[in-house]
């Protein structure tokens, strides 16, 4: 009888988690902030498992100076904090590159890869 107990506590725990992280997963993708910062380790390790998950899909690409970015690794929509609003579509290559986009205009508007610096617009 104690063991049927010890499955069920196990089952219900192993639901729980799952739904738990299932919840947080969905509100992550309708772009809902619900940590704060992503400096935690439960950010870090949300981070990965979605970078694991998304790292499927691929798209080839030039950073300019003729080398081949032949993956993304992610692609995300962020709050953007410092023009006071709005957000940013941020898309991670498999080389550690980034790349980030207005997602009203499409416009790049930061990158990681020097040459695309002359591409971005002007902060003066």
């Not at 725990?13 to 619900?34: F, K, W």
């Not at 692609?75 to 986009?101: A, I, M």
């Amino acid at each position: 009888m104690k063991g049927f107990i010890v499955l069920i506590l196990a089952i219900v725990a192993a639901i729980v988690i799952i739904g738990g992280v299932s919840a947080i997963h969905l509100l992550n993708e309708a772009g809902i902030d619900i940590g704060g910062d992503d400096s935690g380790s439960f950010g870090n390790i949300f981070d990965k498992v979605s970078n694991v998950v998304t790292s499927g899909s691929s798209d080839s690409s030039s950073d300019g100076s003729g080398n081949i970015i032949d993956e993304i690794v992610s692609e995300e929509v962020k709050y953007n904090s410092q023009e006071g609003g709005g957000s940013y579509r941020e898309v991670t290559y498999k080389d550690g590159g980034f790349r980030q986009y207005d997602t009203d205009s499409g416009e790049l508007i930061g990158s990681s890869y020097d040459s695309d610096q002359d591409k971005l617009p002007s902060l003066e």
